[in-house]
Every structure is written in C-alpha cells, then in structure tokens.
C-alpha cells in the first residue's frame, strides 16, 4: 500500500516555473506507475503525465508536452512534476497517483494523494 503526499503548489505568474513533489511511503513504491492529473473547478479531472517504475518511460497529454517533465527519484520515494511556460489555463489542483502500470485513464491507479493547488496569474 501507498500514501502519497503532493507539494511545491502555489501562485505564479504565467511564463513561470514550478516543481510539484510527490512524496510517498512504503518500500513498494518504486514498484508502481506513478500519474499526475489535474481538476480545475468545474472540470473533470484530466491527466497530465505519467512515467514507468523505473522512470524510463513518460507520457504527457498534448496540453503540456514541452513544457511540463516528470521525473521520479526511486532511493528519494519521490515523484516530480516540473512544469516550465505555466500558462492560465494550467491553474487546477494537481493531483498524484500511483498504479501498477503507466496509464492515461484515472481508473487504472489504485492510490491518490490529496493534491496540491497551482493558480497562474495572467
């Protein structure tokens, strides 16, 4: 089992920069796919980016590619979200997930963080 923590959310203005973490416990982690998607209010929760256990392999929604990485630190437990050029229409809360295989669709992660609020200024 996994719990996942979010941070590094917080107010820029658009053309800026944020690295969102995703912390997680349990020595299984580096064993699990991990997602990020994001909610902004009054829309469905859409995804983001995902990587492999091993961080090999990452695949990114169109809305982002080029502008947003995902990393993960396996000895750290820890995922992260590096978004660059962050335009208005990236403000959402971000969220976290962790599943068996890397994936587009919310249903196929078993363990989600709280997430964590990123609001671009025009």
């Known amino acids: 089992q996994a719990q996942l923590v979010e941070s590094g959310g917080g107010l820029v203005q658009a053309g800026g920069s944020l690295r969102l973490s995703c912390a997680a416990s349990?020595?299984?982690?580096?064993?699990?796919?991990v997602g990020w998607f994001r909610q902004a209010p009054g829309k469905e929760r859409e995804f983001v980016a995902t990587i492999n256990s091993s961080g090999g392999s990452t695949y990114y929604a169109d809305s982002v590619k080029g502008r947003f990485t995902i990393s993960r630190d396996n000895a750290k437990n820890t995922v992260y979200l590096h978004m660059n050029n962050l335009k208005p229409e990236d403000t959402a809360v971000y969220y976290c997930?962790?599943?068996?295989?890397?994936?587009?669709?919310?249903?196929?992660?078993?363990?989600w963080g709280q997430g964590t609020q990123v609001t671009v200024s025009s």
């Open positions: 997930a962790a599943g068996p295989f890397p994936s587009y669709g919310l249903g196929q992660y078993d363990y």
């Open positions: 349990g020595r299984t982690f580096r064993s699990y796919a």
